[in-house]
């Protein structure tokens, strides 16, 4: 049967502490020059309705080490669901390529595209998930040695996609997650206590200084994301506050690390310092979503039998 990634928990834990340790092979074997093409001649359909940089390039790029191949579709190129249905763009993609990556708006369509595509889907992000993302940054806290099960992490600002794929890996890891966001700005409610039925250790606050307490790892976004960019202002003023700089590191324990998915707005929720400062790690995140991804898409591979 094939396999799809569309949120976190599609993985059992074993099968994410699996995926992680192909990850670090790759990323050696990469790294010694001796690569193998464990997707020679197959061909890989990325749909974006949304921006991207790391996404694309690191999929684009991986695909392209593992000896395959792959095609960039912008939101222009298909106009998903508007110039033919989603289940008809699925099920063409699948009769000719052999994984599909897509960066919908709705996490519904992305839905949609797996059920109608007999090939795996891959969640480029949604709405309301970024589990490659999450995938990624819980490779590169292994690779600086924090224990997931035992660590508190810290999101500061808002309840977004990635925060729902960082709860959700919460369920699967035994790690302690403090969430500091505004009034208004939580995470989706039922997905929150979905997560804690599921045994996840999540705290949901308005102080930053509470969540940050004795963090091993502080971690931010854009307080705007894509799509909702008409909300900017009013997003500005609320999260103001909510931003990691020097002072607030000063409350997290003293070998924290720091992460952000990028892009990030200098200045709003994080400042420049804190980015360039020594306990960032946010340049490791970005290329370890090439090594993870590439871990990810053989392994969708070898799953499905395609
Ligand atoms: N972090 C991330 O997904 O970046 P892009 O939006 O550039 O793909
Ligand atoms: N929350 C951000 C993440 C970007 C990688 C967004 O959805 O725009």
Redesign the pocket.
Not at 22 to 31: S, V
Not at 101 to 115: D, I, K, N, Y
Not at 121 to 138: E, F, K, R, S, Y
């Given at each position: 049967m094939k396999r799809d990634l569309l949120r976190l928990v599609d993985l059992t834990r074993d099968e994410c502490s699996a995926l992680l340790a192909l990850a670090t092979e790759i990323k050696t074997a990469l790294r010694a020059r001796t690569p193998r093409a464990l997707l020679a001649g197959k061909t890989l359909a990325m749909i974006f309705e949304?921006?991207?940089?790391?996404?694309?390039?690191?999929f684009e790029t991986g695909m392209f080490q593992l000896g395959g191949h792959a095609i960039y579709l912008a939101p222009w190129d298909i106009r998903l669901g508007e110039r033919e249905t989603v289940a008809d763009v699925a099920r063409n993609l699948a009769r000719v390529v052999d994984m599909i990556v897509a960066?919908t708006f709705s996490h519904a369509v992305l839905g949609e595209l797996a059920q109608h595509a007999r090939v795996p889907v891959i969640n480029?992000?949604t709405d309301l998930h970024?589990p490659?993302?999450v995938l990624a940054d819980l490779f590169t806290l292994v690779e600086h040695r924090r224990k997931l099960d035992e660590i508190r992490v810290a999101f500061i600002g808002d309840g977004n996609n990635l925060v729902h794929s960082w709860m959700e890996a919460a369920t699967l890891f035994r790690f302690t997650f403090a969430v500091a966001c505004p009034e208004g700005y939580e995470p989706d409610a039922e997905l929150l206590a979905d997560c804690r039925a599921r045994g996840a250790r999540i705290d949901v606050t308005r102080s930053v200084t509470d969540a940050v307490g004795g963090a091993d790892v502080l971690y931010t976004d854009v307080w705007t994301s894509?799509g909702q960019e008409d909300e900017a202002a009013e997003r500005r003023a609320r999260f103001a506050g909510y931003q990691i700089n020097d002072e607030v590191l000063r409350h997290a324990a003293k070998d924290a690390l720091v992460m952000h998915?990028?892009?990030a707005h200098r200045g709003e929720e994080i400042t420049d310092a804190v980015i360039e400062g020594r306990q960032s790690i946010i340049f490791d995140q970005?290329e370890n979503?090439l090594h993870l991804q590439k871990a990810l898409m053989a392994w969708l591979a070898r799953e499905s039998g395609t």
């Amino acid at each position: 049967m094939k396999r799809d990634l569309l949120r976190l928990v599609d993985l059992t834990r074993d099968e994410c502490s699996a995926l992680l340790a192909l990850a670090t092979e790759i990323k050696t074997a990469l790294r010694a020059r001796t690569p193998r093409a464990l997707l020679a001649g197959k061909t890989l359909a990325m749909i974006f309705e949304k921006p991207s940089l790391r996404t694309r390039v690191s999929f684009e790029t991986g695909m392209f080490q593992l000896g395959g191949h792959a095609i960039y579709l912008a939101p222009w190129d298909i106009r998903l669901g508007e110039r033919e249905t989603v289940a008809d763009v699925a099920r063409n993609l699948a009769r000719v390529v052999d994984m599909i990556v897509a960066r919908t708006f709705s996490h519904a369509v992305l839905g949609e595209l797996a059920q109608h595509a007999r090939v795996p889907v891959i969640n480029g992000l949604t709405d309301l998930h970024h589990p490659c993302q999450v995938l990624a940054d819980l490779f590169t806290l292994v690779e600086h040695r924090r224990k997931l099960d035992e660590i508190r992490v810290a999101f500061i600002g808002d309840g977004n996609n990635l925060v729902h794929s960082w709860m959700e890996a919460a369920t699967l890891f035994r790690f302690t997650f403090a969430v500091a966001c505004p009034e208004g700005y939580e995470p989706d409610a039922e997905l929150l206590a979905d997560c804690r039925a599921r045994g996840a250790r999540i705290d949901v606050t308005r102080s930053v200084t509470d969540a940050v307490g004795g963090a091993d790892v502080l971690y931010t976004d854009v307080w705007t994301s894509m799509g909702q960019e008409d909300e900017a202002a009013e997003r500005r003023a609320r999260f103001a506050g909510y931003q990691i700089n020097d002072e607030v590191l000063r409350h997290a324990a003293k070998d924290a690390l720091v992460m952000h998915c990028l892009p990030a707005h200098r200045g709003e929720e994080i400042t420049d310092a804190v980015i360039e400062g020594r306990q960032s790690i946010i340049f490791d995140q970005a290329e370890n979503r090439l090594h993870l991804q590439k871990a990810l898409m053989a392994w969708l591979a070898r799953e499905s039998g395609t």
